[in-house]
Nanobody
Framework: QMHLVESGGGLVQAGESLRLSCVASGLIPDDYAVAWFRQVPGKEREGVSCINSRDTNRYYANHVAGRFTISRGGARNTVYLQMNSLKPEDTAVYYC????????????????????????WGQGTQVTVSS
């Protein structure tokens, strides 16, 4: 099982940027996907972005495409989410999640980044964007 820890959340003004980090530890397989999700109280968790461990595929939800960038760090176990041009509607708790599998399976899960496909979750980090 992978253990995930997010960091980097905070309070910013609209138009500013934040970079979230997700560090994995424990049993890390060769092929896996890491996705970012976010959740506002009272609403369902929604997918934001996903990257596979080989860094051959990156996916974004429509509402963040062009503003957010997912990437892998120099260390194989770190994934970043660079968030630019933040809007008040981006305010949420952001979670990173991971799922292992064969390369084709990881590709499929990452392309759709559905919450139920991801079995390992971090504790979340709060992002608040003021207007």
């Amino acid at each position: 099982q992978m253990h995930l820890v997010e960091s980097g959340g905070g309070l910013v003004q609209a138009g500013e940027s934040l970079r979230l980090s997700c560090v994995a530890s424990g049993l890390i397989p060769d092929d896996y996907a890491v996705a970012w999700f976010r959740q506002v109280p009272g609403k369902e968790r929604e997918g934001v972005s996903c990257i596979n461990s080989r860094d051959t595929n990156r996916y974004y939800a429509n509402h963040v495409a062009g503003r957010f960038t997912i990437s892998r760090g120099g260390a194989r176990n770190t994934v970043y989410l660079q968030m630019n041009s933040l809007k008040p509607e981006d305010t949420a708790v952001y979670y990173c999640a991971a799922t292992p599998g064969l390369p084709e399976e990881v590709h499929r899960k990452c392309a759709y980044f559905v919450e139920t496909d991801f079995g390992s979750w971090g504790q979340g980090t709060q992002v608040t964007v003021s207007s």
